[in-house]
Antibody
């Protein structure tokens, strides 16, 4: 059974760099059938796609977001990661990792809340 | 960039009633549209993909229809566990993923 699990710090200070990791179990991240993506949701608001990565390392980002995001993959650990530089309070959100299969996001992690506060 | 607009913002219905949720795309997306259900404190759950295909384990009371720019998610007879927020989503060939702003389905 496929499972995705986010991990990372829950509390950040402004200007710090956020690093989140998504550990995939029950499937190989090296499959050519999927992309692996990140979605965030500010408190009380809707879903915002951040970007995704293919196992080869090809990345795709939401053009409406500033280029502070970097997504990377570690196939040896079956993980992919998200880095966000210079965080502000506006980056406070639940961050989800998800598997992108074709046109849909068919499996999601439980999400991790990241709070940015001084 | 394709924009997805959902309506209504909030839908108030009673148990057993039929729910009809709408998603309109700013340009044609063919049948490339998915629907998700999200309950408080939980991750979104895939309900419908490619406009009308139910995801694994989704009850038959959920159905999707539409193509081009206009899509509908229908819940034939509301159960208590159906009250949640629903999102539509499109993934382009680029690939860029876009979500609608959501419809909150609440108990009347």
């Amino acid at each position: 059974q496929l499972q995705l699990q986010e991990s990372g710090p829950g509390l950040m200070k402004p200007s710090e760099t956020l690093s989140l990791t998504c550990t995939v179990s029950g499937a190989s991240i090296s499959s050519s059938s999927f992309y692996w993506g990140w979605v965030r949701q500010p408190p009380g608001k809707g879903l915002q796609w951040i970007g995704s990565i293919f196992y080869s390392g090809s990345t795709y980002y939401n053009p409406s977001l500033k280029s502070r995001f970097t997504i990377s993959v570690d196939t040896s650990k079956n993980q992919f990661s998200l880095k966000l530089t210079s965080v502000t309070a506006a980056d406070t959100a639940v961050y989800y990792c998800a598997r992108e299969k074709g046109t849909k996001l068919d499996n999601w992690g439980q999400g991790t809340l990241v709070t940015v506060s001084s | 960039e394709i924009v997805l607009t959902q309506s209504p913002g909030t839908l108030s219905l009673s148990l057993g009633e039929r729910a009809t949720l709408s998603c309109r795309a700013s340009q044609s997306v063919s049948s490339s549209l998915a629907w998700y259900q999200q309950k408080p404190g939980q991750a979104p759950r895939l309900l419908i993909y490619d406009a009308s295909n139910r995801a694994t384990g989704i009850p038959a009371r959920f159905s999707g229809s539409g193509s081009g720019t206009d899509f509908t998610l229908t819940i034939s007879s509301l159960e208590p566990e159906d009250f949640a927020v629903y999102y539509c989503q499109h993934r382009s060939n680029w690939p860029l993923v876009t979500f609608g702003q959501g419809t909150r389905l609440e108990i009347k």
